[in-house]
């Protein structure tokens, strides 16, 4: 069946650093991934999407490599600050609408 | 971007009552929307997939009867959880896609905290 793995402890680290975050699939050939940020009580919000030919994407302070040989995405967040401490999720999607499947997200928290 | 209201954000029921949870795409028309649930600290379980016009696809293990889901229109997607019980206490959270652009990006709701006493 399929997987989408990302570790579930959270990831604590200094303002400034970057930080990285996993996202580890498989049984399962995706045509896109995405990366979603969740605050506490509050729906997901889209961050970034690579398709399954592109090796990397990047906005402003965040970059996302995708490795289908590896089943596996990264995503950076350079120059972190305390604000973009919430929970990250990664996304699997195949085509164009069609239903997402979400990892069980990593709580990234950035100490000042 | 697109996006997504969903009402109420909290609602607090006694036990055996029924709640309804709305789901509106603002500025775009979403065909299909998504339902899910989510626990804490846990990753989002897709309930449902509504259907506008047509009947909802419920994902396995999941009572229709007790989750009752209609797609009205093409900006409105209702959840009605029937005969609350305290363990159906969660976040509930909707999805639409929009077909403009890639087609592929997920719009959120801002979630739906039920709890049942």
């Known amino acids: 069946s399929q997987k989408i793995e990302q570790n579930s402890e959270a990831l604590n680290i200094q303002e400034g650093k970057t930080a990285t975050l996993t996202c580890n699939y498989t049984n399962y050939s995706p045509a896109y991934l995405q990366w979603y940020r969740q605050d506490p009580g509050r729906g997901p919000v889209f961050l970034l999407l690579i398709r399954e030919n592109e090796k990397e994407k990047r906005k402003e302070r965040l970059k996302v490599t995708f490795d289908t040989t590896l089943k596996q995405s990264l995503f950076h967040i350079t120059a972190s600050q305390p604000a973009d401490s919430a929970t990250y999720l990664c996304a699997l999607g195949r085509g164009a609408g069609n239903m997402l499947t979400f990892g069980g997200g990593t709580r990234l928290m950035v100490k000042p | 971007g697109a996006v997504v209201s969903q009402h109420p954000s909290r609602v607090i029921c006694k036990s055996g009552t029924s709640v309804k949870i709305e789901c509106r795409s603002l500025?775009?028309?979403?065909?299909?929307m998504f339902w899910y649930r989510q626990f804490p600290k846990k990753s989002l379980m897709l309930m449902a997939t509504?259907?506008?016009?047509?009947?909802?696809?419920?994902e396995q293990g999941v009572e229709k009867d007790k989750f009752l889901i209609n797609h009205a229109s093409l900006t409105l997607s209702t959840l009605t959880v029937t005969s609350a019980h305290p363990e159906d206490s969660s976040f509930y959270i909707c999805s639409a896609y929009t077909r403009q652009g890639s087609g592929t990006e997920a719009f959120f709701g801002q979630g739906t905290r039920l709890t049942v006493v």
């Open positions: 509504s259907n506008e016009g047509s009947k909802a696809t419920y």
């Open positions: 500025d775009f028309q979403a065909t299909t």
